[in-house]
């Protein structure tokens, strides 16, 4: 048996005459940027997720970099989030003209740990007047604080809005592997993960759980005038053709052909992260003596599974072995972000972030999408485990 990593194939066979409809009707039309088409696709994203305004982007990269300049980051600011992510977490923040700050992971959720943006805060930080908190030690605004909801778990907002709150700092969220996951608040309050900081920022590359069929990406905000700074940004600086406002302007466009397959996509998503969630629920079944090892799922929210990611001893050795057996598996990611050479200059060396870089030297992705059945996850389960005893 073959078991892909992920199947965009099995996705389009599903809706594939939808598809085809749609791309010929764009071709007709050949209105390719923006338009009515994006526009459509704008509000029917903001609508599944309860929140005022969506404006798509040409990626998650982007929509990260606009996302943090409409929320008042400023080049020589600071922003605080994670080394366990996506390199383009933080590319966003230095496309800003800002410089990361990082906090440890929280090893069961493996996102940012509240606790240690506490203790970030309030050993280095001053409440600012306005914007942002004051880096004591250089005098820097801290701007933004930049929460990666991985792997399709929410990171713990109530804490981090609260912190954020305190020190007058704003909230980014970083969603481009959480389309549709919920996080609860204490009070029972339930929201989708994008709309709970101040600006969420959404990648659509086609792996992920609502993928188009090349870049794009999304900025959603409840606040208009945030949303008018997502759209100027994202077209030169444009408040109206050839009236530049903004010297931060750059092409970040969503394009029509993108925007219908988003909207068709977009109708199965509930239904497709249903599907993955099933998937991880027999992978849980099958594997149930792997114990810590599994992903956990923390309480306060609804986990959508864009990764399956377990920890294991020996990772190389047995990715080879999966490999072998004709299982796709991935690495996500296996460098904590403050090891990287692109980052030496910042000059952090291992044992900065303990909890991270362990689950950067153990963490294996197993396939995950809509489309695995009952009988793939029992292959995969069953080679894991067979090369998992071989090793002990
Ligand atoms: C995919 C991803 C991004 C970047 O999105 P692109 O559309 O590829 O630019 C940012 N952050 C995380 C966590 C991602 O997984």
Known sequence: MRVAFVDLRAQHDEIRADLDAAIKAVLDESAFIGGRRVATFEQNFAKFLGVSHAAGVGSGTDAL??????????????????????????????????????????PQSYNMDPAALARLLESSCTPGSGRGAIHRETGRTVAAVLPVHLYGQPADMAPILDLARRFGVAVVEDVAQAHGATYRFPDGTVRSCGTMGDVGCFSFYPGK?????????????????????????RDHGQSQRYVHVSPDGSNARLDALQAVVLTLKLARLKEWNERRRQAAAWYREDLADLGELLPAEMSYG?????????????????????????????????????????????????????????????????PMHPHLTREHVRYVAETLRTHLTRSQ
């Open 302 to 366: 609804t986990h959508v599974y864009h990764l399956f990611v377990v920890q294991v001893p020996e990772r190389e050795r047995l990715q080879a072995a999966l490999d072998q057996a004709g299982i796709g598996t991935g690495l996500h990611y296996p460098i904590a972000l403050h090891l990287q050479e692109a980052y030496r200059s910042m000059g952090l060396a291992r044992g900065a972030f303990p909890v991270a870089e362990s689950v950067a030297s153990r963490v294996l992705s197993l």
């Open 65 to 106: 970099r606009i996302g943090l300049q409409a929320a008042g980051v400023r080049p020589g600011d600071f922003v605080i989030t994670v080394p366990h992510t996506f390199i383009a977490t933080v590319e966003g923040i230095t496309q800003a003209g800002a410089t990361p700050l990082f906090v440890d992971i929280h």
């Open 209 to 233: 759980n609502l993928g188009a069929i090349g870049e794009a990406g999304a900025v959603v905000t409840f606040d208009a005038e945030r949303d008018r700074v997502n759209r100027v940004l």
